[in-house]
């Protein structure tokens, strides 16, 4: 039996080898085509003395098939020739004929080691090291997919996975750092949160990691930055050049830069920090300029399009625009007390289209005041805007009147057509205020204001607080809000002061004080409000069916007008949940 057993154990594997040799015999190779790879940068990446990518001669590439496989894992070539210059690149690739493929590529300086590239082209980055290092400069593509035809020429365009953070002073200012003592030849950055792992066939980052840059000598050229938007670059001592990893959207991180002489001691060393909302975002340039080394410390940060659409960021700027103008795809971080203005000259139309705000600011003002109504000249179109969690640093004010005083962060001047926009989470640092009656009165942010004479009309939109003012005009359809404050109203600046639409849904409407008839002192010297038929202002209201107002708090106004007439209107077919401090029917 056990003869037999291994006589059957034989033949099953004789069996199988003739089988297997058969099957090698009948295996037909596919055919294979050189696919041409055209490989080039942006038009404008040898335009720079620094920066200017010429060190990125090793070029690595992977071969994936359409859903993201590796088929043919990393290669790589040193001493590519005319990589990064005009004349561009062209190599071949041998690929299967009739099969759909991606090619992912990297670029970078041969005499860089902060780089460690795997087989499945996933860079991880070590951000130990010196700051102003141009070895640091690198280059990815990815390609469209494409299958193979037998005539197969792909275009490539590299492209920086990393934003490039500048630092640059007023030439005066380095002077005055002179005359002071201080003659900076080197820098060192800090930089917090910021990616160090990339996957190059789909462009997504991962990781959290806090950048040290050490002392290097700073950059030899100038810095030219075009702050003020007029087609003409200012020039400004460059101080300090990072690279960091940064994804497609923009992030805002904090930094902090430190500059010294040759001798790096701390007694002549200048640390420049307190920048907790720097942005930065994938192959863009952050600059940071103004005067950085001496006296009072002012600056603007600038995001440039280093080489790709352009894009802009400033901090604390004016903008006057003289003809229709459509602001797009741009992404503002704010640093200082400072006021963003967005206006035009002569009723012309602003159009915001996917613009995002970020950081700390005065306010941003959709227009401006330059007389009594003067604004409502001002158009503002605005789709997909948004202003999430940022800081109104709002200034001290002497000689207040209002009785409930507000910070917003957006003043909507004008008449503004939202659509698509979300301003949520602003908070303020401004403490109590005094106000003329001698009542200690809180400042209360607010994402939203729409000022005296203005109308906003608000469409598919997120705001958590929103402010009318007495004469504003608003209207809100399909739209989400936590809380309203809502002056009263005299009925002959506007027919309909505050419109609450179909499909909106707000927690809570509050009326203020403000436009009431009079305000008294008592025997014993305390200012009180009292209702004066003759002359009451009362809440213009509309809450419309398909509308639902979980709380409506009257705060003691009446529902009617020095006239007599309904201010609130409540159609069938809309839910208001709760009416609390109504002093009267409506």
């Not at 202002?537 to 419309?544: E, F, Q, T, V, Y």
Request: include cysteine.
């Amino acid at each position: 039996m056990r003869r037999n057993l291994r006589q059957l154990f034989v033949v099953i594997i004789a069996a199988l080898g003739f089988v297997a040799c058969q099957h090698d015999t009948d295996h037909i190779t596919p055919e294979t085509f050189e696919v041409k790879f055209v490989i080039d940068t942006e038009s404008r990446i040898g335009t720079r003395a620094i920066s200017d990518g010429t060190g990125a001669t090793q070029l690595s590439w992977a071969v994936f098939n359409d859903e993201g496989e590796l088929i043919h894992k990393k290669a790589t070539k040193d001493n590519v020739g005319g990589l990064l210059t005009e004349d561009g690149y062209s190599m071949y690739i041998s690929l299967a004929k009739g099969q759909t493929y991606k090619v992912a590529f990297w670029a970078q300086n041969p005499e860089c080691d902060a780089y460690t590239l795997s087989d499945d082209m996933k860079v991880t980055i070590n951000y130990e090291g010196v700051n102003n290092d141009e070895r640091r400069d690198a280059f990815t593509a990815v390609t469209e997919p494409f299958t193979v035809d037998g005539n197969n020429v792909v275009s490539v365009v590299l492209r920086r996975p990393f934003a490039q953070v500048n630092v640059g002073a007023y030439p005066w200012d380095m002077q005055y750092a002179v005359e002071s003592g201080l003659t900076v030849t080197k820098s060192a950055a800090k930089v917090e949160g910021v990616a160090n792992v990339i996957n190059l066939f789909d462009g997504s980052v991962e990781g959290e990691v806090d950048v040290e840059y050490t002392f290097n000598a700073i950059p030899e050229e100038d810095l030219k930055v075009d702050v003020d938007e007029n087609g003409e670059v200012e020039i400004y001592e460059y101080l300090s050049m990072s690279y960091l990893l940064a994804d497609t959207t923009p992030s805002s991180h904090k930094m902090s830069f430190t500059f010294t002489d040759e001798s790096e001691t701390a007694q002549a060393s200048f640390l420049y920090s307190g920048l907790e909302f720097v942005p930065i975002q994938r192959n863009w340039r952050t600059n940071i300029v103004g005067q950085i080394l001496t006296g009072d410390i002012s600056f603007n940060i600038k995001i440039d399009p280093i080489y790709e659409n352009e894009q802009v960021h400033s901090g604390g700027l004016y903008y006057n625009f003289t003809e229709d103008t459509l602001i797009e795809g741009k992404y503002f971080a704010f640093n200082t007390n400072e006021a963003a203005t967005f206006t035009s000259e002569n009723n012309n139309v602003i159009t915001m289209n996917d613009v995002e705000f970020s950081g700390r600011v005065q306010y941003i003002a959709m227009g401006e005041y330059r007389e009594k109504g003067s604004y409502i000249d001002f158009t503002n179109v605005m789709t997909n805007v948004r202003a999430e969690n940022m800081v109104v640093d709002h200034p001290g004010i002497e000689n207040v009147k209002a009785i409930d005083y507000m910070a917003p962060l957006v003043f909507l001047r004008g008449v503004s057509t939202l659509e698509n926009c979300s301003f949520t989470g602003t908070t303020t640092t401004a403490g109590p205020l005094t106000d003329n009656y001698g009542d200690i009165r809180e400042v209360l942010p607010y994402d939203c204001g729409v000022p005296n004479n203005c109308e906003a009309i608000f469409n598919n939109c997120t705001v958590d607080r929103l402010y009318a003012w007495s004469h504003s005009m608003i209207t809100l359809t399909n739209s989400t809000l936590k809380y309203i404050r809502c002056s009263t109203h005299h009925n002959s600046y506007a027919p309909a002061h505050l419109t609450i639409g179909e499909g909106t849904v707000v927690d809570e409407i509050c009326v203020t004080s403000s436009g009431l008839a009079k305000r008294v002192k008592d025997e014993n010297g305390n200012w009180h409000w009292i209702d004066d038929p003759a002359n009451r202002w009362a809440p213009s209201l509309i809450i419309k069916a398909g509308a639902h107002v979980k709380r409506l708090d009257m705060n003691f106004r009446p529902s009617l007008d020095k006239y007599g007439n309904l201010s609130i209107i409540i159609e069938e077919g809309a839910i208001v949940d709760e009416i609390v401090n109504a002093i009267d029917e409506f």
